[in-house]
């Protein structure tokens, strides 16, 4: 009798595109561990199941409808997820943060080091803590867990980025959704980031649970949808 047949493993660089984003772990995380299909024992081989989508040049989704079949844009949808939720718990508490040994330094012009610290109340609400240093320097101290793959430095140029949109007297609501698309199209999935097919299931399975899951928070569609009719139409089959 032959032996069970692993499930293959995926690339660690597959595998981490989906892990990081996460808004402290458990059951917030990205990553749904039932999703995952486990090898028959009785059979020895991996079960024969349909998969849940097929992605292209590692930036779209294809998923087969009822209807006909609509192709997903991967970043578009996993920002407007991240957005969501990052939005709904800053509501109620700051996002999870990360503390750094040691501070980092960054250098900015006099007047957004200015505007940075003004907004330090703010930023702190997005798990992002800033300390003045003297002259044109502040130092970051913790930053949000969920962008510990991005240098602590981008993700505050980013944010200065914002707030020099906002202008020198910002409306605190509208600077708080600017800055959260910002923080939510930073961790999300990239276009073209390689998934695998837990991810794919996961990053699907979430859309069901937002809101608005047709735009991403700036307005581009995430999905565009291809009645069997119009398929028919443009082969001219009908």
Do not use: W
């Not at 609509?70 to 407007?80: F, K, M, P, S, T």
């Not at 930023?123 to 793959?149: C, D, I, N």
């Amino acid at each position: 009798r032959r032996p069970p047949r692993s499930t293959p493993k995926p690339s660690s660089a597959a595998s981490d595109v989906y892990k990081r984003q996460s808004l402290g772990g458990g059951s917030e995380g990205l990553l749904r561990d039932d999703l995952v299909t486990e090898p028959s024992e009785s059979e020895g081989s991996l079960p024969l199941t349909k998969p849940s989508a097929l992605q292209i040049h590692n930036r779209y989704l294809v998923v087969e409808t009822d209807d006909g079949m609509e192709i997903i844009d991967q970043h578009a949808l996993h920002e407007r997820i991240l957005y969501e939720r990052i939005r709904k718990k800053v509501e109620n508490e700051p996002l999870e943060s990360q503390k750094l040994l040691v501070p980092e330094p960054v250098d900015l012009t006099a007047s957004e080091a200015a505007r940075i610290l003004e907004q330090r109340e703010l930023l702190q609400r997005l798990g992002l803590e800033v300390q003045p240093f003297g002259g044109e320097t502040v130092l970051v101290a913790s930053y949000p867990a969920m962008l510990a793959k991005i240098r602590p430095s981008e993700v505050l140029r980013e944010l200065v980025g914002c707030l020099e949109v906002a202008g020198s007297d910002p409306e605190p609501t509208t600077l708080l959704e600017d800055l959260l698309h910002s923080i939510a199209c930073k961790a999300a999935v990239k276009f073209g980031d390689p998934l695998v097919s837990d991810e794919i299931d996961a990053l699907l399975a979430d859309r069901h649970l937002i809101r608005d899951g047709h735009h991403c928070p700036h307005g581009r569609p995430t999905t565009l949808i291809f009645t069997r009719q119009q398929l028919a139409r443009q082969f001219k089959r009908i």
